[in-house]
């Protein structure tokens, strides 16, 4: 499976944009997702995850309320809609993939499959 990161961009303080990340390969279904963000100078951070028939969701508390996390595993595609976003809310947005978990993992390690990224800013 490959990953690929779309749809940032530039948005002003309390705007919305909604990522998409497509997979290639069959087993896109069978995976629990999540989508990450690292701003320079920090650690990668969790935003949240979901499970692989969609029925599970887990959000970091900073987004919590202010972003929706979804799939469609007929269209290989996961998303992330922001709304209400802040400027903290500034930087790049990886999808992952594990491949082997079951339960809904907010660290990074257990994600074995990243996409690229893509830039999110938001103006003040």
């Known amino acids: 499976v490959q990953l690929q990161a779309s749809g940032g961009g530039l948005v002003q303080t309390g705007g919305s944009l909604k990522l998409s990340c497509t997979a290639s390969?069959?087993?896109?279904?069978?995976?629990?997702l999540a989508w990450f963000r690292q701003s320079p100078g920090k650690e990668r951070e969790f935003v949240g995850a979901?499970?692989?028939?969609?029925?599970?969701?887990y959000y970091a508390g900073s987004v919590k309320g202010r972003f929706t996390i979804s799939r469609d595993n007929a269209k290989n595609t996961l998303y992330l809609q922001m709304s209400s976003l802040k400027p903290e809310d500034t930087a790049v947005y990886y999808c992952?993939?594990?491949?082997?978990?079951?339960?809904?993992?907010?660290?990074?390690?257990?994600?074995?499959?990243w996409g690229q990224g893509t830039q999110v800013t938001v103006s003040s």
């Open positions: 390969g069959r087993a896109f279904s069978s995976y629990n």
């Open positions: 992952a993939a594990d491949t082997q978990g079951v339960v809904l993992q907010s660290t990074s390690g257990p994600y074995n499959i």
């Open positions: 979901i499970s692989w028939m969609g029925g599970r969701t």
